[in-house]
């Protein structure tokens, strides 16, 4: 997940001394111009209905206008701007392939969509890249694009007219004190429907998300929590999503109880000795890229290690994709598809929640 974007955007950050040249120069020269946001519309009177103010990792962001030159990074976020219909505001989008399942990089409901957005890079954006857009708005989130400690910060994006809005759930890589909760989802959507003025679709998708969370919470209410550990990737020290992660907020409304839900850290590695002393009931297997989610399962059925684990030996594996277990409007599905699988017999399926 996160960090295998990592090595990737530091070779390209570092660069060769001619791109540094090239880069420069760019960058110099979008700097004496124009904000991104004047450029793109003319004009400083405020569009009607604005101001707006939304809070983004507790800073407050204000737009004058809905913006007109909107990028994203990630296939969650970019999720979340196609279900609010605010691709004709798009000039552009990062990370998105390679983030689905094998063959399947982008979920159906958003293909038509995306089609029609260009697609910059299957690679996070460096600067470069971002300002050669001219964007006035960026969505994206920190180790979703943002980077601590380099210039792909919204401070630093403000000098090239982008105002950013970071992704709620990533608010955790910056603030010691916040928890996680498909409630950050919600809040990302209503964001998104302040700024480019489409509240009115913003809240009937929450809304809608929150009755599916709902229903599924209803059926599993009172019910013995099952102990589950979300698999993402690795064999030497497995990656997980703990206690700062959004699995762990969907594996408790589905009817169960991570196991790494007391490790106060977002997406990490942990050991397989802790994994095997928590010994979990079912695991979910991040799925995206390589390798697939059946390669991940066989791993898991034949390393000596995990072979033994209850939930192996008993099958008890959910595949969920990247954009379902990172923050997007398919959090609610993954919530449901959880707790069917958790607790089957309370859907009135059979016992493998088929």
Known sequence: MF????????????????????????????????????????ATKDAPGYPVTVRSCGTPVTFTRPPTRAVSN???????MLALGLGTHMV???????????????????????????????????????????????????????????????????????????????????ENTRSVSIDDTYDDLTNL??????????????????????????KVAGLKPVTVFDYDSGTAAPFTGPGLAMPT????????VNIFAKLKQTWTSV??????????QCIIINNYGTPTAAAKEKFLET???????????????????????????????????IARWLHPKAFGLPADGS
């Open 92 to 174: 552009g989008d990062f990370g998105v392939d390679g983030d689905g399942p094998v063959g399947k990089p982008v979920p159906a409901q958003y293909l038509a969509a995306f089609k029609k957005v260009r697609d910059v890079s299957s690679n996070y954006f460096t600067l470069e890249e971002l300002v050669a857009l001219r964007p006035d708005f960026l969505f994206a989130g920190w180790n979703y694009g943002l980077q601590v400690g380099t210039n792909l910060t919204p401070q630093y994006l403000a000098k090239f007219g982008i105002k950013t809005l970071v992704l709620t759930e990533s608010c955790a890589h910056v």
């Open 303 to 337: 390393d000596p290690i995990t072979k033994n684990l209850t939930a192996v030996r008993n099958r008890c594996f959910l595949p969920l994709s990247y954009d379902e277990v990172t923050p997007s409007p398919r959090n609610a599905q993954a919530v449901m598809a």
């Open 271 to 280: 050991s397989w000795e802790q994994v095997v002393a928590a010994d979990p």
């Open 193 to 218: 429907g302040k700024i480019f003025g489409v509240e009115a679709r913003a809240d009937r998708l929450v809304a809608s998300m929150k009755a599916e969370v709902t229903a599924a919470e209803k």
């Open 3 to 42: 960090h295998r974007r990592t090595s990737t955007l530091t070779f390209r950050l570092a660069g060769g001394a001619l791109a540094a040249l090239i880069a420069s120069s760019a960058l110099a020269a979008c700097a004496s111009a124009p904000p991104a946001a004047d450029r793109s519309r003319g």
């Open 249 to 256: 907020a969907e594996i408790s409304l589905g009817g169960g």
């Open 74 to 80: 990630d296939i969650n976020t970019t999720e979340d």
